[in-house]
Every structure is written in C-alpha cells, then in structure tokens.
C-alpha cells in the first residue's frame, strides 16, 4: 500500500487542483490521508485518493464542501437540499452554458444560505484561480440574479445583496496585501455605487504584484484628480456601470493629466471599464471587455504603461 500512495504535489496534478486546495480540505474538513510519513509529510492511498476525488466530484456539482465532505467521507451520495427556493422565490434563469458550481451556487443565494454560499466561493476560488472563478462562478449567478430580479421585482433584493456581500467577502479574503509602488489606481466614477467587478480586478493585480490604489465606490472628480496628481500611477482604470454615470469629460481630464521634469513628462493610461461606456467613443482610450483583458493591459511594466504627455512628445520631435 505504502508504496502506491501518492504525495499532494503528484495527486494535485491527477486531479487537476492545486496542493493549497488538498491541504485546505485536509485542515478545514478532515478530507486527508490516513497515514502521514515520519508523522508530517502527506502520503496519500488509493483509499485517500478515492475520497478525495468523491469531494471535487461533489464540490463540482455545487454541494456545500462540507456536506461533500461528510459524504465523501462516509462514502455515501449526500442528500438533496430540500428546495425551499421553488416554493419562496423560485429558480435563477441560469441557462444550460454554465459550470455545475453556478446551479449550487445559486440555490444556495435563492436559498439566503450565507454560510453555504461563502463555502461554495471558497471552494471555486481554491479549484479554479481568482480569475477563472470570478468570470465562470460568480458573474453568471450574479447576471442571472439581476435578470430575475428585473423580472420578478424586489422580492430578489435580499438575494441579490446577499450574494454581492459575500462575493465581496471572498474577493478581499483572497486579494494579498498591496504591493509597493503606485502602479495602477482603481476608481468607480462619480455616482456609481458597483464595485464587484473592479474589486475582482484589484485582486487578480494583486495576485501578479502589480502594485494598485482602490479607491472603491463613488469616487468624487476633484479627489480622483487629486489622488492621480499626488500618485503619478502608471494606469487609471475608472469602471462605469450605467452610462448615466460613465463621464467622458471626466476620463479626458485624467488622461490628460502630466507630471515629471520638462522634455519628459507622462500621462496615465486611462482605461474605460465597465459596461456604462459601450455608448461613447474610445477616445484614445483602452475599453477592455473582460477581466482577462484588463488583466493583460495592466501587467506589463510601468514604462510600458505610462505615456509621453502630448508637450513631452512635441518637445522630443522639436529636438
């Protein structure tokens, strides 16, 4: 048996999760190895591994990790959770094209299970990366949250509050301490009050250490100016969600902002986020449609980012 049994490193490769996710499962809900070589090292048996993949079967289905995990354990299907949402609120529109987390996912939010839905977070953010589970987790429950609730009205308010809050949660729990240097300010527009998406990237900039400034919800124009002057950052990302708040003034004004001696002053890269912009020109301006994308343009080096100042440029050409 000993010598079939497999390290975290190996068994993490088999099934296509990372090692922090077999040890979180080890420490959190009792999913580990029987035997540990010398006493510390995790070896894992077929046995092991058996229950093991019956958890990531589970959690993939959208089963609460600990509910999988008592199954998994005792080697038995877990229960359906009674569907209280049919009765009091219905089911979210999530359509046929989605991962099997997001049905779990939103029964739980329909369901006003917080406690499930953070472990159910947890578990995709541990599974998939930040990114891969901000874009295929938690937008489409969240989009199918706000159809259902432009639908059926305010009874999917608390639904709708409740997931944000917890997605929200999640997205700090797992964004690490900033890292040094100014490089990326991260700003709603004035009047807008939706952070999630931008919190989401604030987090997947810090898993690379690109250094950012949130400055969250409702920024006013004449602080983000302030903030921008003060910092010199090398990019400004301003998130719009509704076009009544996406100001293209505003977005010009930062762009042109310069700092640095004569003959070598910068601007910021300004990028236009969110779907509040879709009605106005570029501009000049970079208008990522996705995460991945943002996440594509904001890491490359500050030199890259940061560009010649109009009088910067015409000073270099008179010379």
């Known amino acids: 048996m000993a010598a079939t049994a497999l390290t975290t490193g190996a068994l993490a490769r088999r099934l296509g999760v990372s090692p922090t996710t077999l040890r979180s499962w080890d420490r959190r809900y009792g999913i580990g190895p029987a035997v540990r070589a010398d006493g510390h090292h995790r070896r894992w048996t077929p046995r092991d591994v058996a229950m093991?993949?019956?958890?990531?079967?589970?959690?993939?289905?959208?089963?609460?990790?600990?509910?999988?995990?008592?199954?998994?354990?005792?080697?038995?299907?877990?229960?359906?959770?009674?569907?209280?949402?049919?009765?009091?609120?219905g089911t979210l529109p999530l359509g046929g094209d989605v991962r099997r987390e997001c049905r779990g996912l939103a029964r739980a939010a329909v369901r006003l299970d917080a406690p499930a839905v953070q472990e159910l977070l947890t578990a995709a953010v541990e599974r998939h990366g930040l990114t891969l589970a901000w874009q295929e987790v938690m937008v489409p429950v969240l989009h199918a949250v706000g159809r259902k609730w432009a639908a059926s009205g305010d009874r999917y308010v608390a639904v709708e509050?409740?997931?944000?809050?917890?997605?929200?949660?999640?997205l700090r729990r797992f964004t690490p301490p900033p890292a040094s240097g100014d490089g990326v300010v991260l700003a709603c527009v004035p009047g807008e009050q939706h952070t999630l998406a931008l919190e989401a990237l604030n987090a997947a900039l810090g898993e690379l250490r690109v250094p950012t400034r949130m400055f969250g919800a409702d920024v006013p124009a004449e602080a983000l100016a302030g903030a921008v002057r003060r910092l010199g950052p090398a990019a400004v990302v301003l998130w719009a969600q509704a076009r009544s708040t996406a100001s293209l003034p505003l977005a010009r004004h930062v762009a042109g902002m310069e700092w640095g001696v004569t003959g070598a002053r910068r601007s910021p890269l300004v990028l236009l986020a969110g779907p509040g912009w879709s009605a106005f020109p570029p501009d000049g301006m970079p208008r990522p449609p996705g995460l991945p994308q943002a996440l594509h343009l904001l890491a490359q080096p500050r030199d890259r980012l940061n560009r010649a100042s109009p009088s910067a440029r015409s000073t270099t050409g008179s010379g």
């Open 52 to 89: 093991v993949e019956a958890m990531c079967r589970l959690t993939a289905a959208g089963v609460p990790p600990a509910e999988a995990a008592r199954a998994a354990r005792s080697g038995e299907a877990p229960e359906e959770p009674p569907d209280r949402s049919s009765r009091a609120a």
């Open 161 to 170: 509050h409740l997931l944000s809050w917890q997605i929200s949660t999640t």
